[in-house]
């Protein structure tokens, strides 16, 4: 497999380190806005790490600028690094990132209906990826590697699948086929961004499942996008809350979940209706609206929205500050 | 007249939609979107109405509504044959059954103000003058939680939150007495959620409608309703309290609904059914129980009889449980293993 013999073996060094990333996108009026403003994360080998935030919060886009594949030219690395296996990403030619994208990072999306191409045939489709990532070998051989892999992610028949077109098949097959094909080069590193929200809870949980024995049996890490506390909870290891395009709070799962620091991850554990819960009471709620990125308050991005909230907040821009082993919150309220 | 307990009552609803394609749009098959649904829903309550895309849950809604006309079946809204009503008195149910959509970015008119969308109802119904509607219009605005200088903005100047709040503005404008809301919340953020579950429950709870709450979210559902129903394929297989559907769900689907959810704690032990398969179509469902493809306890008889919605004949203290499996009673009997909710 590519990538194999220079892989990160080594438990402390991080097979993805993102350091003070700043990517800006251009609006209609000629403004240039942040979508995320100095992101820092690592991904160890062989974890999962969830980064969970509500829409706009810069979690796609942030995956997207590892990938290279921000939309152009709207969306420009301002600043920062990305350093996978000593190179960094961000500032590597268009033609070397090749080398990387697909095969050593690969990444799955939302809607595999857009992500699959309509006019083709699945099999086709994973023929081709297999050949462009595998330079010596035949058709052939690149055929016998796709039906293993649609084997492996468990479509029956994977024989007859491989002449059927990507219409023919259900969302969650073709999610599996998805992961089939971003799998068949035997990646570092998978970024899954929202994998399951296009699909059906029972569905859902076949597909996280898969992803889990996945990793599992390859080692590979993952990055886990989704809005979903419950699928954070049942998949990732540590876990980054993205909101406004920063990172407000770093922590293993257990820790997250159990004494979370910063206020707005409090607000959205608390918030969530479970299935224990008392029915028809009111619900914890976090006030307010997200503030607008072209909008965006001096200090604390939280701030209008915080039930803590200080002077200091309204000036100073929190930066992350040490909870316990691991546990990162920028907020201003801790340690007060 | 003695007022009937039940605002609305649903019997054997049938709503099969047409497959055409070809030469002359020929008829090459159908969709049994709904089939064969009856419940009732009691004065001041909830009825939470779950199931994955394709069940036929929104359709049920649509045909109450009148936006579909059922193919069969008879749906009674207090005292009142539905399809037997037209003219005066279809308008009257119009304006005391109203809807809230999903999506609140395609349920409000673009080129509308606020203002104006609020003000419509009143004028279709031709209810006040000019200035008593716009007081009512700044009345609803402010018990939706909006401020008075919405009136003037159009939609596109709100957040979706925002937005589903104007949709419930204009679904309660003229009091209804039921409330049809189809996934009202599942289009927006997290934190978002909660705000609009609350609102929903405090003008429930201020001005007493009965509800229709469908969604697919059975957590969700759960927090809002009184009742639930559970449906699979274009049918009902599973109807009780909400305590009761998640404490002591009797079929196999409701199970692995409930024990599929991911929850929000990661010390939690999962004992996850993990159903194979996909849901079959709906324009060609299975022989005998539809889900006897994905259910792990099926036997000979599931593939040829179809169970009926029974009242489940256990020991469990629910008043009111009945389901359509033809195991249910000697499943319940073996205890199996319930996943652990916390």
Redesign the interface.
């Known amino acids: 497999m590519t990538g194999t013999d220079n892989r990160n073996t080594d438990g402390n060094t991080p097979l993805l380190a993102i350091r003070d990333l700043v990517v800006s996108f251009a609006t209609d009026e000629g403004q240039r806005i942040r979508a995320i403003d100095g992101v820092c994360l690592d991904v160890k080998p062989g974890e999962i790490l969830g980064i969970v935030g509500e829409s706009g919060c810069g979690k796609s886009v942030t995956a997207l600028s590892v990938m290279r594949l921000l939309p152009k030219p709207a969306g420009r690395i301002e600043s920062g690094r990305i350093i996978f296996d000593n190179i960094d990403l961000a500032k590597l030619a268009p033609n070397r990132m090749r080398a990387y994208r697909g095969s050593r990072i690969s990444m799955i999306f939302q809607e595999p209906m857009t992500a699959l191409n309509p006019v083709h045939t699945v099999g086709r489709q994973l023929v081709e990826a297999v050949l462009l990532h595998k330079k010596n070998i035949g058709k052939k051989e690149a055929m016998s590697i796709a039906v293993e892999m649609l084997e492996m992610v468990g479509i029956p028949e994977p024989g007859r699948r491989m002449g059927e077109y990507p219409h023919q098949l259900s969302g969650g097959m073709r999610q599996r086929i998805m992961i089939a094909m971003a799998l068949s080069c035997g990646p570092d590193l998978l970024i899954a961004d929202e994998p399951t929200t296009a699909l059906d809870v029972t569905v859902q949980a076949q597909i996280l499942e898969l992803i889990k024995r996945m990793q599992a049996g390859t080692g590979m890490s993952v990055i886990m996008i989704t809005h979903d506390l419950g699928v954070i909870a049942e998949t990732s290891s540590r876990v980054c809350v993205m909101y406004a395009g920063r990172i407000v709070e770093t922590a293993d799962v257990k820790t997250l979940f159990s004494s979370p620091a910063h206020p707005y991850t409090r607000g959205l554990l608390a918030s969530i209706p479970r299935l224990g819960t008392r029915r028809k009471t009111r619900l914890p709620v976090i006030p307010g609206v997200v503030p607008s990125l072209s909008d965006l308050p001096p200090g604390c991005r939280f701030q209008n929205r915080c039930d803590r909230v200080m002077d200091i907040c309204r000036s100073v821009p929190p930066e992350p500050t040490v909870v316990g082993t691991g546990h990162t919150a920028a907020c201003h309220a801790i340690g007060m | 007249m003695q007022k009937s307990p039940f605002i609305l009552e649903v019997k054997d609803l049938k709503k099969h939609f047409p497959i055409r394609g070809g030469l002359f749009f020929r008829r090459k098959g159908t969709v049994f979107a709904v089939d064969g649904v009856s419940f009732s829903l009691r004065r001041g309550e ?1 009825l939470g109405l779950v199931g ?2 394709g069940c036929g849950k929104t359709t049920v809604g649509r045909c109450i509504t009148w936006l579909y006309k059922p193919t069969s079946g008879t749906i009674t809204y207090d005292g009142i044959d539905m399809a037997a009503i037209h003219g005066a008195g279809l308008r009257k149910i119009r304006k005391e059954v109203q809807m809230v959509f999903q999506d609140p970015f395609e349920s409000l008119n673009p080129r509308h103000t606020v203002g104006h969308i609020l003000e419509e109802p009143f004028i279709i119904h031709r209810i006040g003058n000019a200035q008593q509607r716009r007081r009512a219009v700044s009345r609803l605005l402010d018990r939706v939680g909006l401020p008075g200088s919405a009136m003037d903005r159009f939609p596109h100047e709100f ?1 979706g ?2 937005r589903q709040r104007i949709g419930i503005a204009r679904a309660i404008a003229l009091s209804p007495k039921l409330l049809i809301c189809d996934e009202p919340v599942s289009a927006l ?7 609009i ?2 609102l929903l ?2 003008l429930q709870r201020e001005s007493g409608f009965t509800c229709l709450f469908i969604a ?5 559902v ?5 009742w639930i129903a559970v449906m699979y394929l274009g049918q009902i297989v599973e109807y009780t309290d ?2 009761t559907i ?1 404490k002591a769900p009797l079929h196999p689907y409701t199970k ?13 032990a ?1 004992h ?1 059914q ?3 398969g ?2 079959p179509s709906p324009s060609d469902p299975p022989q005998g129980c539809r889900f006897h493809t994905r259910c792990p306890f099926k036997v000979k008889m599931c593939e040829k009889t179809a169970p009926s919605l029974q009242p489940a004949d256990t020991a469990s203290s629910a008043p009111v449980h009945q389901v359509a499996c033809h195991r249910a009673a000697e499943l319940a009997q073996r205890q199996d293993k319930q996943p652990n ?2």
């Open positions: 909830t994955e895309s957040s939150g925002q953020d997290v934190s978002i959620q909660s705000q579950l609350n429950l405090d697919h979210d059975l957590a969700v759960r927090h809002v309703s009184d909400a305590d998640y692995a609904l409930i024990s599929a959810i991911p929850i929000p704690d990661p010390t939690a999962t996850r993990v159903l194979s996909d849901l909710l916390p």
